[in-house]
């Protein structure tokens, strides 16, 4: 089969599962208007993980093609397919991808969804890999896209088991964190409060103190992220006024 039938077959395959209803209720967790079919993301991912299988033959820059294609369409389950494609070649990540990744972050990510997805599963393996990218990750939380910012604080989360923690140095979490403080976008705010959250797994001694330093002025949504894992005496002196 050949490589646009691929896309062809991807595309056909997700408007075959779609869910009137789950498209209307999907669009009452964002903010922003969003492209979707209204397809589940289990599914999605089963129709992705089917897919690939095709295509995994191909080299590197190959199967990035198909998954830009993707991404252009803006709708959300070919960005998690693409996503997911791009993610199964984490161990072929060369230094001179992020570049690319970078691009696609500035160019199509247009939701906290995607953002997410793509941190996780593109972005955090790039930065395990060569750590020395850390510092351009940090340099996002300066951006003015919103989603480059919350990227700069998700991008440091991964998933242990069946919860979310990082296991990054906590000076560079604490970095990102106290850059976006203010943040005026809840989606940001709620980004870097994951992180700090993420952070408390193994370092909540050092997230509490950083909480408890700046809670005059972080905004509460941050701050509730932030202690959500922490025990109730903890939550109790963070949410003090």
Request: a positive charge; glycine letters at 2%; charged letters at 30%.
């Amino acid at each position: 089969m050949g490589t646009i039938n691929i896309l062809k077959e991807v595309r056909q395959e997700l408007k075959a599962n779609v869910e009137e209803k789950y498209r209307c209720d999907n669009q009452k967790y964002f903010k922003e208007k969003i492209s979707c079919y209204g397809v589940r993301t289990p599914i999605v991912r089963r129709i992705a993980k089917k897919y690939f299988k095709q295509i995994k033959h191909l080299n590197k820059n190959e199967i990035f093609a198909l998954s830009e294609e993707l991404f252009k369409n803006q709708h959300n389950e070919e960005a998690t397919v693409a996503i997911q494609w791009v993610g199964e070649l984490s161990k072929q990540f060369e230094k001179s991808d992020f570049k690319i990744f970078e691009n696609w972050l500035t160019k199509y990510i247009d939701n906290w969804g995607k953002d997410d997805d793509f941190c996780l599963h593109i972005i955090h393996p790039m930065i395990e890999k060569y750590p020395d990218l850390i510092d351009k990750v940090k340099s996002w939380s300066h951006s003015k896209n919103m989603w480059l910012r919350r990227a700069s604080a998700v991008s440091f989360i991964t998933t242990i088991g069946a919860f979310y923690a990082t296991r990054h140095n906590p000076k560079d979490i604490f970095e990102v964190a106290e850059t976006l403080l203010h943040d005026k976008e809840d989606l940001v705010q709620k980004g870097y409060g994951w992180m700090l959250k993420s952070a408390s797994v193994h370092n909540q001694k050092e997230v509490f103190e950083f909480v408890m330093k700046h809670k005059s002025s972080m905004p509460r949504t941050a701050l509730r992220y932030a202690i959500e894992k922490m025990p109730a005496n903890l939550k109790k002196q963070a949410m003090m006024k």
